[in-house]
């Protein structure tokens, strides 16, 4: 395997890795804001046990999510260090951005709202969740500002150093090898480069996914508790709260998704169609529901609906969407391939430009079948609470749901990894989009051996890892919350709110 | 009105964050370096708590501090990160290690469990100072680069004497500083004990940062030649040593806080004479200066670098502000209750 395989391995391995985390971390400190919020709001103790209870499981992921995302921060300059160089002037301000931001205010107030129930008062404690909050929002916000510029590069120009002065370059300037040591991206715009075409859709895309995740994990334990007849009260509140944020999160999400796919038809055609297995542009361009592709024959196999994804992707069954073998389109290929002057030399140069199809259409399949399916859960789930029905145990179509409630936990999970594979497979082969080649990022002097010891070496810890923490999650679950003992410890001052509300009831 | 040169301003504030790293996490790390040293699963628990609340912030400030390099010195972070590729990925599971250790060691109460915790805690926090001074202490001395600014050594070059010499004195310092973190965090009896080590820590780290200094002097010629033209510097570990010798004293006199402060002061010393002696070279090259990275020829566009201290001067002070309200809530002694570590 080349050391650009190898190094996009490990990125892909270590991120995926890390990315079990954050969504949990975002979901859940929602999910704390709300059960703290209603606690202070109604004095109820069930809600100050609950807020209790979710914050160590919350403690438990953001651990790992922290250990895991020190790599990341470091990954571009030990493996792509030539992307490094590239983008730096631009992608860095993102990155350290996200640091000032979002990760001290994160990691700060995390320091109380874990330690601090009996050191400050019940609103500073809930204003520490707040930031917590706030600040796993932010970090979402910078990261996938970072992402999207290389999806979407914009308010940049490239400039040359000749005889150590810039010189800059025109637009759609064609990096060659001979560029890396002297071409650079510099900033023009930061406001232009933070808001680049595709920032605002896809961070609304990865924030949902979040929150869904941290709902349903929720949904998922209470629902459990629920089964096992354990732990009733805590555990009807506390699925209340998930199932009404995984909801709302899952029913926007179905908006989000189709406002990115949007996106895509645009800004990156040649990820929507490698999503699609479209190769062909034909009107009523049909969508294929599930399936795969057949790289050789360039179709995609599967039940279609005819004309859908010409109306997904323009509001009309009829327009037709770009497919594959015009993608990318002649001018931009002849700028690069002079030599490819017939059609057919076209067409043969084109098929490198193409990321891997029937990856890109699987992984993004997953994520709308399983997007789909969390959908109809909520539907379902939805209604059986408005008749009431939800926490009726002996009712056998209960069980079945709340069986489904306890395993949906995987869903927003599996559709998160799908969702982030699709997207960077999709990317491919650029890093940066039609700007700079994947393989053109790595690192020089990073060799393949070095890069198998430290995957071994990560392969070995995340392992251990994983491990540990379903061990730990699955203990916590059986432990359960506390109960009555709990509010024993609970200081002076927290006591008082329930005795205050009491009294205006 | 003359403006500031940016690259300066960068300089200075990529190491301020180094330094604050250093300052923060070196007490964790400390006091993960000196777990083994005790036995009782008490006292164990009670250095974990002592850095419970704040060791993910501490943390934060090395990822900060590898965002800044990234953003004002791209070429800086590109050469260092992929020329020590395989020390750098040592340290950064060390750290996993050591901050996962943390948060599980104390979930179950089997002896084994927390046995392998305390050993991986430990070992995470000995190998990442370590490694954090054979860094350091490769930068010093210089590594060779190509004319395109590439890491032209090798893994094992990068593990010589002098460097080592370094992290020695790196996990020296940390445990020094962890030990009068936990002198100010205990009472008691384990209070005692720390007191305990703390001359002798500071008797190792002296005599070791003593032989590192002359070691600078006889392997890095250039230190010697630039200290020579910049003699202040020499001014400036002077009273680095003279703060040290501080540290006894207000230890003697139950004043720990003080004594952590004198510690801090002292890092933020050292870290101070580097940057004066070091200034204006990002990554020096060796044997090739020629080849040298600069805060000119690495930085980012004074655009960028402008853009960069807007944000810094809107959010440093706001985090500065933040992180001391926090350390004054958990001020204090360090109790155990149901649900710490």
Redesign the interface.
Known sequence: MTAELLARFQFAFTAAVHYLYPPLSIGLGIVLVIMEGLWLKTGNPVFHNMARYWT?VF??T???G??????M??E????W??Y??F???????A???????A???E??????L???W???GPRLHFFSTCMVAVGAHFSAVWIVVANSWMQTPAGYHLEKMVDGKPVILPPGHVVTPSDL?TVRA??DD?WAMVFNPSSIDRLTHVVLGAWMAGAFLVVSISAYYLLRNRHLDFAKASLKVGLAVGAVATLLQMVSGDFTAKGLVKNQPEKLAAMEGVYRTEEATPMTLFGYVDAQSETAVGPKIPGLLSFLAHGSFTKPVVGLRDLPPDEFLKARHPEATTPEALALVRKAYWPNVPAVFQFYHIMIIVGVAMFALVVVSVFFWWRGWLFDTNRPLTRWLLVALVLSVLGPQIANQAGWFGAEMGRQPWIVYQMLLTSQGV????TSQ?IV??LV??GL?YAL?FV?FIF?LT?KIQHGPDGEEESE?MPESWKAIITKTNQRA | MNLPDLNIVWFVLVGVLFTGYAMLDGFDLGVGILQLFVKKDEHRRLFLNSI???W??N??W???A???L???F??A???????F??A???L??S???R??A???RS??DWGWWRQFWDVAFSLGSFVSALLIGVAMGNIVRGIPLDP?H???GT?LGLLNPYSLMMGVTVVLLFAMHGAIYLAMKTDGELHDIISGWIPSLIGFFLASFFLFNIYTLIDVPWVLETVRMRPWVFGVIALSVLIVLNIPREIHHKREFRAFLSSCAVMALMMAAFGLTYFPNMVLSNPEPANSLTIYNAA??Q??LG??LV??VL??PL?LA??AC?YW??RGKTSL????Y
């Open positions: 160590r403690a438990l953001f651990a790992i922290v250990a895991t995302g020190i790599v921060e470091f571009f300059g030990t493996n260090s030539t490094s160089r983008v730096g002037d631009i992608f860095g301000s990155l350290a951005a996200e640091g000032i931001f990760f001290f205010l990691s700060g107030f995390l320091a109380i874990l330690f601090g009996n050191k400050v040591s510099v900033v930061f690192s020089k002097v990073v070095q010891a430290s070496l990560f810890v890892l540990m730990l203990r410890e | 419970g609340p704040v993910d912030g943390e934060v090395l990822v900060t590898g965002g800044a990234f953003a004002a791209p070429d972070y590109a050469t260092v990160f992929s020329g590729y395989l750098f990925m040592l950064l599971c750290l996993i290690f901050a996962v943390i948060e599980f979930k179950e395109d590439e890491f032209a893994f980012s566009t655009k960028t853009i960069m944000i810094a959010g440093v985090v933040y992180t926090i809530v958990f209750t149901k649900h710490s």
